[in-house]
């Protein structure tokens, strides 16, 4: 329904509830029902419209007063090592991760580190080696989780390059 339809409708509905209802009966015998008087009509009496009243809402209770503060955010979390757009070579597919975060990582967040998409590592510790990563491109983030496992915060994506020397060309490093 257009709303152009709807609104006076709306605003015509308290002067319909309010009218007087006339109900007349032809020779014929066909009802007709009006709002003008007509002789031999009879008023209609209606009952009375069913009005709802929504609850009133109750405000947020207030925070317990023993309650911590919230604190304020990570102002910044990141890959520190490898750098982003670096190349790693290592034929044993080593990686050492450096992760910064500042503020310091607080009681009750740990970190999760992500290789491609998938956890790798996790705990406190900003610094990580990753083992048996192949050669091309790769993906690392870390996240902060708090003691329900819920993600508080998260670096953006670093990418980087593993370089393998191959057997095939062993002159090239």
Avoid: C, K, W
């Avoid at 911590?68 to 520190?80: L, M, V």
């Avoid at 690392?140 to 593993?162: C, I, K, N, P």
Wanted: aromatic residues 6%; glycine residues 4%; negative net charge.
């Amino acid at each position: 329904m257009n709303i152009r339809f709807l609104i006076p409708l709306l605003l015509a509905m308290p002067l319909a509830l309010s009218a007087q209802i006339y109900r007349h009966v032809d020779d014929d015998g066909r009802v007709t029902y009006s709002d003008q008087p007509h002789p031999d009509a009879e008023e209609v009496e209606l009952p009375s419209p069913s009005v709802y009243e929504a609850p009133r809402r109750q405000p947020a209770p207030a925070p317990a007063p023993d309650a911590e503060p919230p604190a304020p955010a990570y102002q910044n979390i990141a890959i520190a090592d490898p750098p982003h757009e670096g190349t790693v070579r290592d034929n044993e597919g080593r990686v050492q991760v450096r992760i910064h975060i500042q503020p310091e990582l607080r009681e009750h967040h740990e970190l999760e580190l992500l290789l491609d998409g998938e956890p790798v590592a996790g705990g406190r510790s900003l610094s990580y080696e990753l083992e048996n990563v192949y050669r091309g491109a790769h993906q690392l983030q870390v996240r902060v989780r708090d003691r329900r496992g819920d993600v508080v915060a998260e670096s953006d994506s670093s990418t980087f390059y593993m370089h393998q020397a191959s057997r095939l060309f062993p002159q090239r490093q």
